[in-house]
Nanobody
């Protein structure tokens, strides 16, 4: 079982910055992809950024050049640095991980953290 614990959300004015953190706790064979999704009111959850265990990181077109996803050396913590925030970035941000556990590769989600950007 894997638990993803998020922190770092909050309120900021347009043009400001925030950094989200996600720590994975539990037992796993390997943490494969880690990243972030977001869901704005009345909209479907959408990909923000996703880093596989190997290969390049994927960013949504709306955040390219403004957001940066990184993982620490232990690979259990993921960070989302968000710069030049815009009101349309307002959403609940969810940490995501695809982890290999004893029963197979499963998807795990954090509880979500609110990001509010005012104009």
């Amino acid at each position: 079982q894997v638990q993803l614990v998020e922190s770092g959300g909050g309120s900021v004015q347009a043009g400001g910055s925030l950094r989200l953190s996600c720590v994975a706790n539990g037992i796993w064979l390997s943490l494969n992809a880690m990243g972030w999704y977001r869901q704005a009111p009345g909209k479907q959850r959408e990909l923000v950024a996703l880093m596989p265990s190997r290969g390049p990181t994927t960013y949504s077109d709306s955040v390219k050049g403004r957001f940066t996803l990184s993982r620490d050396n232990t690979k259990v913590t993921a960070y989302l640095q968000m710069n030049d925030l815009k009101p349309e970035d307002t959403a609940v941000y969810y940490c995501y991980s695809a982890a290999e556990v004893r029963t197979g590769v499963l998807d795990y989600w954090g509880q979500g953290t609110q990001v509010t950007v005012s104009s």
